[in-house]
C-alpha cells in the first residue's frame, strides 16, 4: 500500500535513506543530514501541493517518494527509495506514478529531479515513465565525486 507520510516516518526516510546509500554507494553523515533537511523542511512548510508518499508492505515501511515545490509550476521529486527486498516488484515505479499523479493533480506542468550516474535502477525508472535526461555536472557531494543529473518531466504538452 501506498499511503502519505504519518509523524513517525520521520526516522525511517532519515535513517532508511542514509543506511541504504551508506552501504551501497559509500555515503557519509553529510548524506544523512541533506535528507534530515529535507523531510524537516516538508513537515515545515506544510504546503498542499507538496506531500511524501511511504510504501508499506506487511505494516512494515518498505520505501518512499516525495514531491516537494520549486515554484507554482515546478515540481521536485525527491526521497525515492525502495528497500533491497522489494525492487524488482514494481513498487518504484508505482511510487513515481503515484508523485506524478499527485503533481498533475496539483497543477503542475512539469516535475523536475536531481540524481547521479550511480542510481542506474532509479534512472531506468525515470526514463521508462517518461522523464528527460537535461543536465550532467561534477560534485563533491557525500565525500565522493558524483556526476550529478538533472531529469525532468513535462506533465503538459507546450
Known amino acids: ?12 526516510l532519515v535513517n532508511s535513506h542514509y543506511n541504504l546509500y551508506k552501504k551501497e554507494f559509500g555515503y557519509d553523515l553529510t548524506f544523512r543530514d541533506f535528507i534530515e533537511e529535507s523531510v524537516n523542511g516538508l513537515i515545515e512548510r506544510s504546503d498542499t501541493g507538496e506531500i511524501i508518499f511511504i510504501l508499506e508492505l506487511d505494516e512494515k515501511q518498505s520505501g518512499s517518494v516525495s514531491i516537494k515545490k520549486v515554484n507554482d509550476t515546478t515540481a ?8 533491497p527486498n522489494v525492487r ?3 513498487y518504484g515505479q508505482k511510487l513515481i506514478e503515484k508523485a506524478i499523479s499527485f503533481s498533475k493533480d ?3 506542468k512539469t516535475i523536475i529531479l536531481w540524481t547521479n550516474s550511480e542510481l542506474k535502477s532509479a534512472r531506468r525508472i525515470y526514463e521508462r515513465v517518461g ?3 537535461k543536465k550532467t555536472q561534477t560534485q563533491i557531494l557525500s565525500n565522493k565525486e ?7 518531466l513535462m506533465l503538459v504538452d507546450n
Not at 146 to 152: D, V
Open 131 to 133: 522523464f528527460k535526461l
Open 106 to 108: 496539483s497543477g503542475f
Open 1 to 12: 500500500m501506498i499511503r502519505t507520510f504519518r509523524s513517525d516516518d520521520k526516522d525511517y
Open 146 to 152: 558524483l556526476i550529478e543529473e538533472k531529469w525532468e
Open 76 to 83: 521536485q521529486l525527491g526521497l525515492f527509495l525502495v528497500e
Open 88 to 90: 524488482g516488484t514494481g
